[in-house]
Nanobody
């Protein structure tokens, strides 16, 4: 059973960088063909895929967020990290990490519980 757990601050000031870490247990982040993603949901909006880091370390970003987003990983800790720069109140959302199965399609098979991040001064 794969488990994902987000961690990071729940409150970030405008113009600062939001940083969240996802710790994975029950499976390695280097296992073929999984992609480790960040997905958010803002109040009143649908799910928004932000980006992912693949089993080989390649990164993929949503075009709308690419200029502000960076995803990295620490294989020794089996963790991957999201950084979103220059945040505004519009970045207030529940942020979730997830595992995407990319070998036979592209779908989420495991989710973290999600963490609320509020952007406010």
């Amino acid at each position: 059973q794969v488990q994902l757990q987000e961690s990071g601050p729940g409150l970030v000031k405008p113009s600062q960088t939001l940083s969240l870490t996802c710790t994975v247990s029950g499976g390695s982040i280097t296992t073929t063909y999984y992609y480790w993603s960040w997905i958010r949901q803002s109040p009143g909006k649908g799910l928004e895929w932000m980006g992912a880091i693949g089993y080989s370390g390649n990164t993929y970003y949503s075009p709308s967020l690419k200029s502000r987003t960076s995803i990295s990983r620490d294989t020794s800790k089996n963790q991957f990290t999201l950084q979103l720069s220059t945040v505004t109140p519009e970045d207030t959302a529940v942020y979730s990490c997830a595992r995407v199965e990319g070998g036979s399609g592209w779908y989420v098979d495991y989710w973290g519980q999600g963490t609320q991040v509020t952007v406010s001064s």
